[in-house]
């Protein structure tokens, strides 16, 4: 039995579209498998304080996702806490919290983050882990009694810090990586 050329380029055109299709779904499937991984395997996860009154925790995956949180408290013993973890590229989180007892963590793996956060209070604790190339943490700090970690391991990365403070329980900067900016200014007003 022969099978003209003209038949077995027709069988291929249907065979080998249907194979494409089937790789790229496969390859979709373990790069979301890979995506759900990073999030749970980040290292450095929150502190949940006693008496976390007012929570808010987002977990995202996959590219150009922006997570927003905002929380306003007055005076008291009870704390505020956002923690958002992000993995994919070209995601952007947003916090912003005002109040005593704030806690805020943004754990973000990828490539071109951004993580913008505004904290004005007392008490104030935040946590910023970014992994990846091309990362920004811009942060602004104004209160009492406040700490501070940034990490970030990459390349190209930057962070930019205004903090204005009376009283500090210190902070620590991790930069990894080539071509990295780092500037932080403290004792400036914030608007």
Known sequence: MKISVRVLLFMLGLILPA?????????????????????????????????AQDQAIILQRGASNQASAMQLQGTGGASNLVMIEQAGAANI???????????????????????????????LESLIQQNGEDNLVQQQVQGNDQRYVIQ?????NELRQVETSNTTRGYEVH?????IRMTIVQGQAAP
């Open 175 to 179: 930069q990894r990586g080539n071509g």
């Open 93 to 123: 989180t947003q916090v912003s919290q005002q109040g005593n007892g704030l806690r805020t963590t943004v754990q973000q793996r990828g490539t071109g983050n951004i993580a913008e956060s505004a904290l004005r209070g007392e008490n």
């Open 19 to 51: 194979f494409f299709l089937t790789a790229r779904a496969q390859d979709a499937a373990r790069m979301e498998q890979r995506l759900a991984q990073d999030i749970t395997t980040i290292s450095v996860g929150p502190t949940l304080p006693a008496s």
């Open 152 to 156: 970030q391991d990459g390349v190209g």
